[in-house]
């Protein structure tokens, strides 16, 4: 083999992927897709299997007339009429190859085909050189390798060489082997086979283990210079090797492989969210590389390094792979500097004793919430703006019960300066119940004119903002509050409208509107 230090990525979604339950994509999204794969520059597009339809034929031909860059590669059996319905399909393509197979394994031979050794090996040598004929870029595939006799495959490969394969894929169909095995076997080929030098040797694992990556880097390790690989992994049952893993794994462990690829990993995430899109089949949240929380940072700990030095816990850089930055989740265990850092992205500069505060307040939602959004955040800093000093009365404690058959009572506890004041009601509802009680302690009554729920951030456990407007003796004052329970937000909303109230009686300054002002 001539010593490369490129592996050769062959990019197999639209065939292989497409076979995912499910996934099957029309002509256009198989064109939208095989874009972008030639935008991530991949080296070889295999777009089909053109004898298996109509469908996939038209697809096939239309993206090797439109596609340019990458080779348009379609997929036949050993059978001369899939062969020829390949190269109508991709001769169209400035850069056709045809990819050929048949099963070498004795269980496919026997069982499947219900052929010889003999027959297979004549079938392979006499399709790869028809296919030679047609063009010199041809593929060829021992499917189910990994569980072939080992002398047989070896034998099955220097063959088709002879016979005009320019490649020769050497697949874990059925995602079997391990990586230390694989690389052995790819190790061993390469040594035994006397013309493996005229071929590019290929490897194609499927992930029936979760070893697709692994025995894919193996191989590579052992010889292989072309990877047969999916976006997100997709592919037969567990899927392929996923290409932004192999990719990356290159690319990241430079140090160990040497070897370089030919994509442009920027293009990746894009590559990720189209393919998903398409096939309708979501890329779990902890996905390496492309999943939601690749780069997505939870632990207090972790955000604290991170923001200190992004490589405390990061091994890739988030835009080497086309995603923007890595996401620093506020979470019940995040801590003063992530929030610190998020309130910066969102423009606040805080001073430490009004973060402290701010923080106190952020521990306390988060403890009711799994996340911790920016319109909670800013919702945190808006109550924090206001003046708690200048309020008369405090929420103190309020417990409700509410339900079928059942009277809506409240009991509320307020706090003014020392004087705790406690006053309990019924209502047409909690909140009615709470707020005739609050109106019991501070002796204002006043009349509730408007009174709107929505909620801030996203998600069930999102807080609900209240806003109030009550009038009492011709002042009409607006009340706010905000909580993960919508009854305490009602209260807060209430009691903020009360104690605007008070202070416009005292003189203050009321942050009130008259009507009629
Ligand atoms: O898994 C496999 O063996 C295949 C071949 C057709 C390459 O997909
Ligand atoms: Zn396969």
């Not at 065939?15 to 099957?24: L, T």
């Not at 592919?235 to 040497?258: C, P, Q, W, Y």
């Not at 089949?281 to 939601?292: E, F, M, S, T």
Request: hydrophobic content about 40%; charged content about 25%.
């Amino acid at each position: 083999m001539p010593k490369q230090d490129r592996v050769i990525v062959f990019d197999t979604t639209l065939r292989d992927g497409e076979q995912s339950p499910g996934a099957s994509l029309n002509i256009d999204e198989k064109k939208a897709a095989a874009r972008q794969l030639a935008e991530l520059g991949v080296d070889v597009i295999e777009a089909g299997f053109p004898v298996s339809s109509p469908g996939d034929f038209e697809a096939v031909k239309s993206i090797a007339k439109d596609v340019r860059g990458p080779e348009i590669c379609g997929l036949a059996r050993a059978v001369k009429g899939d062969i020829e319905a390949c190269w109508n399909a991709v001769k169209h393509s400035k850069r056709p190859r045809i990819h050929t197979f048949i099963a070498t394994s004795d269980l496919h031979i026997e069982q499947k085909l219900r052929m010889t050794r003999q027959q297979v090996l004549d079938r392979a040598v006499d399709s790869v050189r028809f296919a030679a004929r047609l063009t010199d870029n041809v593929e060829f595939s021992a499917e189910d390798a990994v569980r072939s006799d080992f002398d047989y495959l070896c034998q099955v490969i220097e063959s088709v060489i002879d016979a005009g394969a320019r490649t020769v894929n050497i697949p874990d169909t059925v995602g079997y082997s391990i990586p230390s095995e694989w690389g052995d076997k790819i190790r061993r080929l390469v040594d035994r086979v006397p013309n493996i030098h005229k071929a590019v040797v290929s490897v194609h694992c499927h992930n029936d283990l979760g070893l697709g990556v692994a025995n894919s880097l193996a191989a590579i390790q052992n010889g292989a210079r072309q990877v047969e690989c999916t976006v997100n992994g997709i592919g037969e049952r567990a899927g392929n090797a996923s290409l932004e893993e192999i990719v990356m794994a290159l690319r990241t462990r430079k140090d160990l492989f040497h070897l370089t690829t030919g994509v442009n990993t920027k293009e990746i995430a894009r590559a990720s969210r189209l393919i998903s899109k398409l096939t309708g089949i979501p890329v779990q949240p902890n996905k390496a590389v492309v999943g939601a929380n690749a780069f997505a940072h939870s632990s207090g700990i972790h955000q604290d390094g991170v923001l200190k030095s992004r490589t405390t816990y990061e091994i890739m850089n988030p835009s080497d792979v086309g995603v923007e930055e890595s996401a620093l989740l506020l979470t019940a265990r995040s801590g003063r500097n992530g929030v610190q850092n998020r309130l910066k992205h969102l423009g606040y500069s805080l001073t430490a004793p009004k973060l402290e505060a701010l923080f106190a307040k952020f521990k306390l939602l988060a403890d009711k919430k799994k996340y911790v959004f920016d319109d909670d955040l800013l919702t945190l800093l808006d109550e924090e703006g206001r003046d708690a000093s200048a309020e008369t009365y405090h929420l103190d404690y309020m417990s409700t019960t509410s339900g079928t058959g059942i009277v809506p009572t409240a009991t509320v506890r307020l706090r003014k300066k020392d004087e705790v004041l406690q006053e309990a009601s019924c209502g047409d509802g909690p909140v009615d119940a709470a707020y005739r009680a609050m109106a019991k302690i501070t002796g204002l009554a006043p009349e509730l004119k408007d009174y709107a729920l929505h909620s801030v951030s996203s998600g069930t456990d999102a807080q609900g903002e209240v806003v109030v407007k009550v009038e009492a003796q011709g002042l009409v004052v607006s009340g706010k509050g905000t909580s993960t329970d919508i009854v305490e937000a009602s209260a807060k909303a209430y009691l903020n409208a009360l104690n605007k109230i008070v202070s416009s009686r005292a003189g203050g300054r009321p942050a009130v509107a008259k009507r009629g002002m």
